[in-house]
Antibody, heavy 118, light 107 residues
Framework: VQLVESGGGVVQPGGSLRLSCTAS????????MHWVRQAPGKGLESVSF????????KYVDSVKGRFTISRDNYKNTMYLQMNSLKPEDTALYYC????????????WGRGTLVTVSS | DIQVTQSPSFLSASVGDRVTITCRAS??????FAWYQQKPDIAPKLLIS???ILQSGVPSRFSGSGSGTEFTLTITSLQPEDFATYYC?????????FGPGTKVDIK
């Protein structure tokens, strides 16, 4: 199993970024997927979830209305469109795979760094 | 959101020590609970799911227990490779909140 994030970078407050998570080594369209972030030197925060078929999405309150999660099961890729970025969104963004529903996340990528700064 | 507290936040221990970390959820989460280990500059690794199910490849010195609102991670004989930060997580209600972490350091 491999998860590879991309798309991070430095962006000004109010700007946008689109993160991608490309998966391999498992049946991508059978598993829910997550974005989780970790601010520098801080703990872990769930950001967003998408079900295996893309029909169910969830967001932490702090990103609702600004971030949109999606997936393309033909391309084995998940996305996070991040708009109206704020300095407090600065973090390492990981994608993670459900082990099973409600059973933890058994595979993680290495993360992609998002820095929101003027 | 369900709040998850974790104690201690820092733990200094020696190789061979028995270590216990406790997490509490602000409301019942049944057994929808997991533990992770994170080493510097590396993504977290799932150790235990379902509160007590050891993941494949994780040494048997790790164990988890609890249900409802109180959960425990125990390492029976700490090894050099176990010095890391440990996070707990509830998976009952989204957002799947994490505890703030316990850093296990070498005494």
């Amino acid at each position: 199993v491999q998860l590879v994030e991309s798309g991070g970078g430095v962006v000004q407050p109010g700007g946008s970024l689109r993160l991608s998570c490309t998966a391999s080594g498992f049946t991508f369209n059978s598993f829910g997927m997550h974005w989780v972030r970790q601010a520098p030197g801080k703990g872990l925060e769930s950001v967003s979830f998408i079900s295996y078929d893309g029909r169910n999405e969830k967001y932490v309150d702090s990103v609702k209305g600004r971030f949109t999660i999606s997936r393309d099961n033909y391309k084995n890729t998940m996305y996070l469109q991040m708009n109206s970025l704020k300095p407090e969104d600065t973090a390492l963004y990981y994608c993670a795979k459900d082990a099973d529903a409600g059973a933890g996340w058994d595979n993680w990528g290495r993360g992609t760094l998002v820095t929101v700064s003027s | 959101d369900i709040q998850v507290t974790q104690s201690p936040s820092f733990l200094s221990a020696s190789v061979g020590d028995r270590v216990t970390i406790t997490c509490r959820a602000s409301q019942g989460v049944s057994s929808f609970f997991a533990w992770y280990q994170q080493k510097p500059d590396i993504a977290p690794k799932l150790l235990i799911s379902g509160a007590s199910i050891l993941q494949s490849g994780v040494p048997s010195r790790f164990s988890g227990s609890g249900s409802g609102t109180e959960f425990t991670l125990t390492i029976t004989s700490l090894q050099p490779e176990d010095f890391a930060t440990y996070y707990c997580q509830q998976l009952h209600t989204y957002p799947f909140t994490f505890g703030p972490g316990t850093k296990v350091d070498i005494k």
